[in-house]
């Protein structure tokens, strides 16, 4: 069967292709970049989950053969109430070609407070993350997440687990129809 995935960052492609692996579901992938439909730097859940949606609607309505498709978002979270109030967040969406709509969240971390104010100015994460590590395309490999958790666990293994989600329900909701 064909998936379709709505990002060309290899940081969540590849977790998507390694949770199709994982439980075994044989499908060969086709990645498309497509709008995310929110703003570049999401800063609530809803707006990120809303992204993440979008970007698997699009993706599925690129690609006629695709029984799902699957859209990542990464956003951040700020909560002046909060206790620890600058978060990194992530959710994901699977969208069916019967038209079900799945999502799950991911892990968040906080980030450091000196985050904020460049973040509520509109500057995006991945730029700050580049500053914070003078290295280039953090969100393409282990993300805020592999450098906040000392590598602990990469933003791939992340997206992997959110992915694993998503197709969870998917099969679940299936098995259903049987
Ligand atoms: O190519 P796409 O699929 O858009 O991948 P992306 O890395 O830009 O990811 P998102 O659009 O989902 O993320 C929204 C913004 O948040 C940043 N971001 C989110 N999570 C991040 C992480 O773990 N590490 C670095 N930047 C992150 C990202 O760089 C964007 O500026
Ligand atoms: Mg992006």
């Given at each position: 069967m064909k998936v379709v995935i709505g990002s060309n960052n290899?940081?969540?492609?590849?977790?998507?292709?390694?949770?199709?692996?994982?439980?075994?579901?044989?499908?060969?992938?086709?990645?498309?970049?497509?709008?995310?439909?929110?703003?570049?730097?999401?800063?609530?859940?809803?707006?990120?989950?809303?992204?993440?949606?979008?970007?698997?609607?699009?993706?599925?309505?690129?690609c006629d053969e695709a029984v799902f498709a699957i859209g990542l978002e990464g956003g951040v979270v700020i909560d002046d109430t909060a206790t620890h109030n600058v978060m990194v967040c992530n959710?994901?969406?699977?969208?069916?070609?019967?038209?079900?709509?799945?999502?799950?969240?991911?892990a968040r971390i906080p980030l450091p407070e000196a985050f904020r104010g460049p973040l509520?100015?509109?500057?995006e994460l991945g730029e700050l993350m580049e500053e914070y590590c003078q290295r280039k395309d953090i969100r393409k490999h282990e993300g805020a997440v592999g450098i906040f958790s000392g590598g602990a666990i990469t933003r791939t293994q992340m997206f992997e687990h959110v992915c694993r989600l998503l197709v969870g329900q998917w099969i679940h909701k299936n098995k259903q129809a049987l």
């Open positions: 290899p940081a969540k492609y590849n977790a998507i292709e390694q949770a199709l692996v994982g439980l075994s579901i044989e499908a060969s992938t086709v990645r498309v970049d497509v709008d995310s439909g929110v703003s570049n730097q999401p800063l609530s859940d809803d707006e990120t989950v809303r992204g993440a949606l979008q970007r698997a609607r699009n993706a599925l309505y690129e959710w994901g969406a699977l969208v069916d070609k019967e038209g079900n709509e799945f999502i799950a969240g991911g509520s100015k509109g500057i």
